[in-house]
């Protein structure tokens, strides 16, 4: 599992060119699923994302998590994460996850999610979104579960 976390002072999501979803000071996650991806690593990618300390303390040091500024995450499916672009130009897919399975796992997430007590948003699995976001910092990580970057 990979995921591009963001830290965001304000963010908002629309789905289908409609329905708009919004937080303030959070994490935006795009969330990528990879084929071999299983429970161990939706926990830990969770684990990750609820105690990260990436928002400034008093002193401008990077020590506090989203729990400990009370802030919001916002979740965004994103199987492009897995794009092998080794040869050629144009991304290649074929070692992705089908959408079924990852629409199985990203439903599992965010129901493992809701345990953390975190607040948060999602994107609609297999939609077309649109992402606006205030990057503070700018701030962006990306974490693997394989510890592969």
Do not use: W
């Amino acid at each position: 599992m990979r995921v591009v976390v963001q830290r965001s002072s304000s963010s908002s999501i629309t789905i289908d060119n409609k329905e708009e979803r919004s937080i303030d000071q959070g994490l935006v996650v795009l969330l990528g699923i990879a084929k071999e991806d299983d429970d161990t690593d939706i926990d830990y990618i969770i684990k990750k994302l609820v105690n990260l300390r990436i928002f400034e303390d008093e002193q401008g040091k990077m020590n506090y998590s989203v729990q400990d500024i009370k802030g919001s995450l916002m979740i965004v499916s994103q199987f492009t994460l897995y794009a092998d672009t080794r040869k050629g130009n144009r991304p290649y897919f074929g070692e992705s996850i089908s959408f079924e399975d990852a629409k199985i796992i990203y439903n599992t997430f965010i129901n493992k999610l809701k345990e953390t007590n975190v607040p948060f948003v999602t994107g609609e699995f297999g939609s077309d979104m649109r992402i606006s976001l205030v990057n503070e910092g700018p701030v962006t990580i990306i974490m693997d579960s394989k510890n592969t970057i």
